[in-house]
């Protein structure tokens, strides 16, 4: 009696920096196929540019002699609202058109889309892929929520660049630049990401303040260099989207290591934001709070001060790399 060909799930995890898909065998076995490709959000990524995102990704993942026997696919997105605002929700619907687009394009012709927020996988990528509890992702943006029958029935932060996200490498990111400018202007105190941002940003090493500015209280920045320095940074920033301000994030934290009074200060208002986005949902002791984003997955650079804050609330914190676990789970739920 000849085998029967398995059949195969595909998880996506859409999110604000980077797109990666997960081809898996349905019955629970290993993961066959990876994919990565440029940013997935719903709401801020053009509709034929995610929809060539999640393509490339899905791409990448399953090879094409294996894309007849795809029968679900689950992808979470940032941008996307969850199951409970209704399938109108507008990041839902413009994550659904683009990955139907995407999946066409490939020959993909699965039985069972589903269409889910970043939170919702986010949660399923915890082991044993629980139902009930909390999550946080903190990345570009930062948000919390309250987890129930794998639905999310309160949500904490999320706001957005322009309004909210505390926490996130987006307001890390601009903590940075306005604390070099303040630097600059003499309104804020000597700090080394001064030189970090600067060289993130392209400007000439001659308006960049003398190695050790910040870290040592003898080196001099001339006041003409100062002004020269501001004058090439902002039309820098400027000249890009908002949201580019998240690419900074990184130099806190190795300026940060560096011991970086001003660095460690900022990531240190970085972890209280993130606690209080958390604590806003009445958390219940032992509850599991399921974390992931660049800046809590494990390793990650806010992971160790955050459960230090969270402590008194006696919540289990479990980080994980990415939604991706979580979209497989939940498509081989829609499947059946």
Sequence with gaps: MAETAPAYVVGIDAGGTRTRAVLAELDGGRVRGEGAAGPGNALTVPGPSLADHLAEAVA???????RGRVVAVAGG?????????????????????????ALARLGVTAASVGVHSDIETTFAAAPGHPADGLVLVAGTGAVAA??????????????????????????????????????ADGRGVPTALVRAVGRDLGLPEEVLPPEGYGLT?????????????????????????PVRLADHAPVVVRTAEERDAVAVRILQEAARHLAETVAALAPRPGEPLVATGGLLAPDGPLLSPLTERLAPLGLT????????????????????
């Design 146 to 183: 309250r987890i129930a029958g794998r639905v999310p029935t309160a949500t904490s932060g999320g706001d957005g660049w322009l309004l909210g996200d505390d926490g996130g490498g987006f307001w890390i990111g601009r903590a940075a630049v306005r604390a070099a400018l303040r630097a």
């Design 77 to 101: 997105f940032a941008g996307a609202g969850h199951r409970a605002q209704g399938a109108d929700e507008p990041g839902r619907l413009r994550a659904r058109a683009a990955l139907t687009a």
């Design 217 to 241: 209280g003898a080196t001099v920045w001339s006041a003409e260099r100062r002004t020269a320095y501001r004058a090439g940074l902002l039309p820098a920033v400027m000249d890009r989207p």
């Design 317 to 336: 914190v479990t980080p994980v790399a990415d939604g991706s676990p979580g979209a497989v789970a939940l498509a081989r739920l829609g499947r059946f």
């Design 60 to 66: 990448h993942a399953v090879p094409e002699e294996l």
